[in-house]
Each structure stands twice: as structure tokens, then as C-alpha cells.
């Protein structure tokens, strides 16, 4: 396998050479393809390199971009078949986040207890510092609406499970990490809505509860099934039959609900209590996936091992027909949005340690502090674009902030690993999935 990653190493310098030389003798026709086959061949070819390794996952971010941007009508559709269909997009992100849901534990959710105080101030810091300087950096740099929406939105979300792998490479406190990123998944379906209707409801449409079900059915509903899976692994005989009786009742209640939804009846119910009956859908879809999930991990073991790789590639798919869908406005504000990509980034990881440190936390938490801080759930932004049919607008922020916060996630977290300093949770402390 390494020869071939070097191979493709070799054919990606190759094609860049060949790129620079298509741009100085003016082959147009050729920048594309040469363009594509550095892009891809670099993607492919950086496994080769172990101190380039953590940079392949952006790497091939990198080539989503450059190939929906010199290709975009190959990434919105496929015949008849359109890419940026709704249910494409929701199955999509839900898989995305149950895969980043397997890498949780119900454990993560124990360390508010142990470390009361660094949880908070990472969970505090997350959801005031990114949400306020995306609306100071849309004051500083006007962008279309839409696409100012999308800046607030990405500050908006949650910390992304990207924080847990810098956090390990920089040694800093894994544990807080993990905890921390799990406390604000869960106060995203409150936190995200709130403040889109406060800083972006002037520039898009925002309705608080609407985005708060949409929130918990592609995030909190995914992840609650994962959740369910690592449960069930050490739970009893006793314990076992009692969720079957309950995925039971939950696959009847879906059964039905998908049938009678329409009648007459339940059509006729006050909006309260269809608000009641959904969230008892969202409940009984987290235990049906999460049990099916559970078998299916019985029958095939290898599955949980391919689970990340599946979130990594539902993130480049997104970032590809996001990129795609939103070229014509890439062209024209994409410089302007990289910088408000780096700036807001780069905030995150400032206030982010430096208010750790003016709370007194040590300084592994706050390198820990900053970096959850710093990256955000572009994945769930992307999947609030697209349910708001506004995905190559709103959802445009996420496709440039995600393959820079990877790369400056990367650089900072070796940068900390080998400068050293870490004294508390180093990553000894446990392992990430």
C-alpha cells in the first residue's frame, strides 16, 4: 500500500508542475484537469508521509473544493438524481453524526462531575465567543445575507469530535475535551437556534422551533442511538429484554405514526401536542436505530472500526455539493470568507485560552479550552443549510471554515505536542476512537 500511496505523491507533483505550466503558456482547457489530479493524487498520496498522516483527512476536503469548483454540474446531479435532495442531505448528516456518535460514551457525559468548572468554561466560552465575533466579523467584512447567516451559523454550533483527535496530538486534556464536546452537543438543539434568531434573524428567516426539531433529529437523534449501542455492550440479560420490549413499542409507534399522520384526527391536534408527539418520534427513531445498530454490530464486528471513515466521507460529500451549488458566490466573496474563515478560527483559539487562563484553569485544560473553541461542527451547520434549502448560501461558510480549522487544528495541536507543557489529562489519560 505505501508504494502506492508514493506513486500517487509522485503524480500529484507531477500535475502540479504541469498546472503551473498550463497557467504560464495559457492551456486553460488543462488547469482542470491538472488542477483535480494534484488535488486527489495529494489526498491519496499523503499517507505515505507519517509527519504529513494527520493532514490527510483535509486534504481531501481540499480536493472536494477544488473539483466542485472546477467541475460543480458533476456535484449536483446525476442523471435525473439531484445531489442536494433533502433526504439525500438528512440521511447523510445523520450518519455523519451517528458515526461521530460511536466515538462517544455515556462515560464522557461523568467528567461534568469530575471537572465541574473546566466543563463550564469550555461550554461557555463555546457559546459566546464563536456566535459574537461571527457577528463582529460580518460587521467588519459585509457579505450577501445568506451567506452572513452562514458565518453566524458555524459559530452558533457545537464543538465538532475533530477537537478530541487535536486534543490527543497536542496532549492536552483529553478528558475535559471529550466531555466538553459532548455538553455542547446536547445544548445545541437550545443554544444554535437562540442565537441565529438573535444575531442572523435580520439576514435569513429563522424560526426558533422549527431549527430546535431539525437540531434534535439530525444531531441529538443520531447520537442518542449511538449512545443506546454502548450502553447495551455492557448491559445485563435483564436489561437487554427490557430495551426490546421498548424497541418494540418504539417500531409500533413509528409504524403508526407513519401511516395515520395524515388522518384526520391527528391532522386536526393543536400545535402543542404535535410538538410533543414528534419529540416522541425523535425518542423512538433513536431507539430503533440504536438497537438495529447494536444487532448489526453482533453480526459483523469489523462495522465499528469503518464508522469514523463513513463520518469523514459524509463530510466531504457535503462540502462537495455545498461547494458546487455555491460556486458562482464563492467566486465573488471566497476571498472575503477565507479571511473571515481565519480571523473567526483564529479568535476561537485566542479567547479560548486565554479566558481558560483568566478562570485559573492549568494549562493543558486551556490549550484544551481553546482548541474546542476554536473548531466547530461544520457537518451539523451544513445539515441546518441544507434543511433550510439554503445550502449553497448559508452553507457556504461551513464548506471554507472546515478545511481550515483542520489544518490550523493540526498545526496547533503538533505545535503544543512538541513545545510540551501539558501536567494534567495528558492524552495517557485514555485514547481517542
Not at 452558533?156 to 459532548?182: E, F, K, P, Q
Request: glycine share 10%; aromatic share 10%; hydrophobic share 55%.
Amino acid at each position: 500500500m505505501l508504494p502506492a500511496r508514493r506513486f500517487c505523491l509522485i503524480v500529484s507533483g507531477l500535475a502540479l508542475l504541469a498546472l503551473v505550466a498550463s497557467l504560464a503558456f495559457g492551456f486553460s482547457a488543462l488547469v482542470g484537469p491538472f488542477a483535480v489530479a494534484a488535488a486527489v493524487g495529494l489526498a491519496l498520496g499523503l499517507g505515505a508521509v507519517d509527519s504529513l498522516r494527520s493532514f490527510q483527512y483535509t486534504a481531501w476536503i481540499i480536493a472536494a473544493v477544488v473539483a466542485a469548483m472546477f467541475y460543480p454540474a458533476t456535484f449536483l446531479k446525476w442523471g435525473d438524481f439531484d445531489l442536494r435532495n433533502k433526504w439525500v442531505v438528512l440521511v447523510v448528516i445523520q450518519t455523519v453524526m451517528f458515526g461521530m456518535g460511536t466515538q462517544m460514551s455515556l462515560r464522557d457525559f461523568v467528567g461534568v462531575m469530575k471537572m465541574p468548572w473546566g466543563v463550564f468554561v469550555a461550554v461557555a466560552c463555546q457559546f459566546l465567543v464563536m456566535p459574537l465575533t461571527g457577528f463582529v466579523l460580518i460587521k467588519l467584512f459585509p457579505l450577501p445575507d445568506e451567506i452572513a447567516a452562514g458565518v453566524i451559523l458555524i459559530g452558533a454550533c457545537s464543538s465538532g469530535l475533530a477537537s478530541n483527535v487535536m486534543c490527543y496530538l497536542a496532549r492536552a486534556n483529553l478528558a475535559l475535551s471529550i466531555t466538553a464536546t459532548s455538553m455542547t452537543t446536547l445544548l445545541a438543539p437550545l443554544m444554535t437556534p437562540l442565537w441565529m434568531k438573535l444575531l442572523a434573524g435580520r439576514l435569513v428567516e429563522v424560526r426558533f422551533t422549527p431549527m430546535m426539531l431539525e437540531i434534535m433529529k439530525i444531531v441529538i437523534v443520531p447520537i442518542a442511538a449511538a449512545l443506546l449501542h454502548d450502553a447495551l455492550k455492557s448491559a445485563s440479560s435483564a436489561a437487554r429484554r427490557r430495551w426490546e420490549i421498548v424497541n418494540a413499542v418504539a417500531v409500533t409507534g413509528l409504524f403508526c405514526l407513519a401511516v395515520f399522520h395524515r388522518s384526520e384526527p391527528l391532522v386536526s391536534l393543536p400545535a402543542s401536542t404535535w410538538l410533543l408527539i414528534e419529540l416522541a418520534g425523535f425518542a423512538a427513531g433513536a431507539v430503533v436505530a440504536g438497537m438495529f445498530y447494536h444487532r448489526l454490530t453482533g453480526w459483523f464486528p469489523r462495522i465499528p472500526g469503518f464508522m469514523p471513515y463513513l463520518s469523514m466521507a459524509g463530510i466531504v460529500y457535503f462540502t462537495t455539493i455545498t461547494t458546487a451549488a455555491g460556486r458562482n458566490h464563492l467566486l465573488l466573496v471566497g476571498g472575503t470568507l477565507i479571511l473571515v474563515a481565519i480571523l473567526h478560527n483564529g479568535a476561537g483559539y485566542f479567547f479560548g485560552y486565554w479566558l481558560a487562563r483568566l478562570a485559573g484553569l492549568d494549562r493543558s485544560s486551556c490549550r484544551t479550552v481553546a482548541i474546542e473553541v476554536g473548531l466547530q461542527n461544520g457537518g451539523m451547520a451544513s445539515g441546518l443549510a441544507g434543511a433550510m434549502g439554503k445550502l449553497a448560501t448559508v452553507g457556504l461558510a461551513a464548506a471554507v471554515f472546515s478545511p481550515w480549522m483542520n489544518i490550523s487544528g493540526s498545526l496547533l495541536a503538533n505545535y503544543w505536542r512538541r513545545r510540551g507543557g501539558g501536567t494534567e489529562g495528558d492524552a495517557a489519560d485514555s485514547k481517542p476512537a
